[in-house]
């Protein structure tokens, strides 16, 4: 798997079988493209594209996860995070967010951090457990659970299972 991201091409064509955009296109406008390409044994690439929006002033990352075992691949660009199921080529989930943050996969789960929200999904892309948070926050990891502590929202506790 492999992602290049450039400032936002327009007319960019690259027989890409997927294309996404940041849903906030309207009140933003895209700044950024990110094409992924996924190959699959030696002959088969994918190419997914990317607009969104970055507002050009910090040097936000595209973040990725392959769950090869699924055939997903998670995805988080700096307003909207979601999952794409590789085998069928569909978009599984395509979710808006202040700001998204980080995918760490724990075991069987994934968890997405975004600035004003925590989730637990499986593997299989189905969500587990949702909790609001706020920074600064604090977290403890525990086997099945994830504590989360902030100003706003108190102590709340994230599923993992």
Known sequence: MYSETSKFKDALQMGCVLYLVD???????????TILKITRN???????RFDWCNYS?????????????????????????GIIDLQSLHID????????????RYGNTIVVITELKAYAISVEGDTIDTVPIDPPFESEI????????SPVYGKQSLNLK
Request: net charge negative.
């Open 93 to 104: 989930k395509q979710e808006s967010c202040a700001e998204f943050w980080s995918f760490t």
């Open 57 to 81: 002033t910090t040097d936000w990352q595209f973040a990725t996860l392959l769950i090869p075992e699924t055939n997903k691949v998670f995805f988080g660009a700096r307003f909207f995070w």
């Open 23 to 33: 849903p906030e296109k309207g009140k933003r406008g895209f700044d950024r493209t």
């Open 42 to 48: 030696s002959n088969f690439e994918i190419k997914i």
């Open 142 to 149: 525990s086997e099945d659970i994830i504590k989360f502590e």
